[in-house]
């Protein structure tokens, strides 16, 4: 079992920089791939990036793309999501979540657990 907690949200202004970051406990952490995903009110969750278990491949939403990095680090069990050139339309709740098997999926039904999310606001 993998227990998720998401940390670094907060309200910031477009064109800034934020990064999410996800703890992870449990020994084997280090077999899930582990993804982002993202909720705005009145829509419904979104994929936003993921990363294979050993961090060698990443795949992320095409709104995101260029803009947001997904990367992990085994040793501390974490998960962090930087966002650069962030836009109004960013704000939401991003949710970390684990994905058994390692091989990443962009699919919320291929995430096993989640975390409890945390709040990005960016203001215009």
């Known amino acids: 079992q993998v227990q998720l907690v998401e940390s670094g949200g907060g309200l910031v202004q477009a064109g800034d920089s934020l990064r999410l970051s996800c703890a992870a406990s449990?020994?084997?952490?280090?077999?899930?791939?582990m993804g982002w995903f993202r909720q705005a009110p009145g829509k419904d969750r979104e994929f936003v990036a993921a990363?294979?278990?050993?961090?060698?491949?990443?795949i992320y939403a095409d709104s995101v793309k260029g803009r947001f990095t997904i990367s992990r680090d085994n040793a501390k069990n974490m998960v962090y999501l930087q966002m650069n050139s962030l836009k109004p339309e960013d704000t939401a709740v991003y949710y970390c979540?684990?994905?058994?098997?390692?091989?990443?999926?962009?699919?919320?039904?291929?995430?096993?657990?989640w975390g409890q999310g945390t709040q990005v606001t960016v203001s215009s």
């Open positions: 979540a684990a994905a058994p098997g390692g091989s990443y999926t962009i699919t919320r039904t291929g995430y096993r657990y």
């Open positions: 449990g020994r084997t952490f280090s077999s899930y791939a």
């Open positions: 990363i294979t278990w050993s961090g060698d491949r990443t």
